[in-house]
């Protein structure tokens, strides 16, 4: 993994340099978010649209996961619903600088968050299902991940592109996702 300027995937994740100074256009942490979501067994797509802000926490050097939008699904009557969407992670410092361990809120286990060769893949159990995830660095302001989920309740795919969003002027909010 190359995260040149910044010193490990907190501070990538942040928008900082190694010197802890906010890049000239870093988003303090502020991510849009594009997700196709695919149903194999049910042969439907839907979509995803949002942000993502990662924050620093009082705790030790955790940063806060936030991921807020709008998500659109095929509905039983052959329309489409479109209805607001968000979820909170917890990521913990590990041995790694390359790597954050995911949380959920209540601080359960969820999976390794790295872009290295050797930890760029982990999985979850949520019985009785299995997620299997790939991150992917696609430049210093955009990554990927994939979540390939399989088991006898779901047979899903979904693709999510992160990319940095511009640093808003002092004052600016961006959308309703402050």
């Known amino acids: 993994m190359n995260l040149q300027p910044y010193s490990g995937l907190r501070a990538y994740l942040l928008g900082t340099s190694q010197a802890g100074a906010s890049q000239a256009n870093a988003s303090r942490g502020r991510w849009s978010v594009e997700r196709t979501l695919f149903d194999r067994a049910a042969g439907i797509r839907g979509t995803f649209t949002g942000v993502v802000i990662f924050s620093e926490t009082d705790d030790g050097g955790q940063l806060r996961f936030h991921e807020e939008g709008t998500v659109r699904w095929p509905a039983s009557d052959g329309g489409t619903f ?5 979820r909170d992670y917890l990521l913990k410092p590990t041995d ?3 790597a954050l361990d995911m949380t959920f809120p209540d601080g359960r286990p969820f999976h390794r968050m ?10 979850h159990w949520c019985d009785p299902d299995t997620y299997r995830v790939r991150y992917s660095l696609l430049g210093p302001d955009a990554f990927s991940y994939v979540w390939d989920v399989a088991g006898p309740r779901k047979d899903l795919l979904l693709e999510s592109v992160l990319r940095r969003q511009p640093a808003a002027h002092d004052g600016e909010q961006l959308g309703s996702y402050a």
């Not at 790295?114 to 982990?122: G, P, T």
């Open 82 to 86: 479109t209805g607001p969407a968000m």
């Open 114 to 123: 790295s872009f290295s060769v050797d930890a760029s893949q982990d999985q």
């Open 96 to 98: 790694s600088p390359d």
